[in-house]
């Protein structure tokens, strides 16, 4: 079963840090992208931010400068360094991955992938 796994979440002070990790399991993989999205309490999901297989990278305005999205796409796992952390980030944080499977060495298409979320709290 492939699925994505969060960690690292949880309640930090204004100004604070937090790493957040996320590796899929369940399969062997080739990526496309992994991104994380967040969702606040009476707000839609956003993009936070994205990594592709080639590096490049993109933010949110509301982020940038503070968020750095990295990968290890040979351990199947993207992180997301927070810091400068203020109580608007506070949100369930969710790790995506745009990936095929690969299966007896033949990929399928690209498909999305979602974690559960986990909370990132920030205390003013």
């Known amino acids: 079963q492939v699925q994505l796994v969060e960690s690292g979440g949880g309640l930090v002070e204004s100004g604070g840090s937090l790493r957040l990790s996320c590796s899929a399991s369940?399969?062997?993989?080739?990526?496309?992208?992994m991104a994380w999205y967040r969702q606040a309490p009476g707000k839609q999901r956003e993009l936070v931010a994205r990594?592709?297989?080639?590096?490049?990278?993109e933010y949110a305005d509301s982020v940038k400068g503070r968020f750095t999205i990295s990968s290890e796409f040979a351990k199947n796992t993207v992180y997301l360094q927070m810091s400068s952390l203020i109580p608007e980030d506070t949100a369930v944080y969710y790790c995506?991955?745009?990936?095929?499977?690969?299966?007896?060495?033949?990929?399928?298409?690209?498909?999305?992938?979602w974690g559960k979320g986990i909370q990132v709290s920030v205390s003013s």
């Open positions: 369940g399969g062997i993989f080739s990526f496309y992208a």
């Open positions: 995506f991955s745009d990936m095929s499977l690969v299966v007896g060495g033949q990929a399928s298409g690209a498909r999305n992938y």
């Open positions: 990594i592709n297989s080639g590096g490049y990278t």
